[in-house]
Structures are given as C-alpha cells and as structure tokens.
C-alpha cells in the first residue's frame, strides 16, 4: 500500500511538532532544522511539517 504524503508548512515548528507527536502518539522519525517527519505505525501516511508560510502540500503514491 502506498502512503499519502502530507507537507505541512507551518508558521510555529515547535508547537506544531509538540500538537501532532501528542495527537499521534509518536516521535518523529526524522528531525532537523525547520523540518520534522512523522511514519506512524498504525496508518499510511507520511507527515512532513516544516517551518515557513502556512499552507499545505500533499500528493498519493
């Protein structure tokens, strides 16, 4: 099965790497400046969230 991938641009690093690793339940895989990535488990997807304008970047495949 492929995963979705979701790339969130967002104005707050911190506090939105705080939100989803308590609302997923898991650290991210992958942390570096301005940039963390979260591959839970328990579904298929692939959250990107770096710092920058907000806004939202997604594709399938």
Known sequence: MNNVHIHLHVSD??????????????????VKPGYA??????????LALSSGESGVSSCSG
Do not use: C, T
Not at 13 to 28: T, W
């Open 13 to 30: 690093l911190d506090k939105s790497r705080a939100f989803y690793e308590r609302f997923l339940g898991i650290a991210p895989v992958k």
């Open 37 to 46: 990535k979260f591959l839970p488990d328990f579904a298929p997807i692939n």
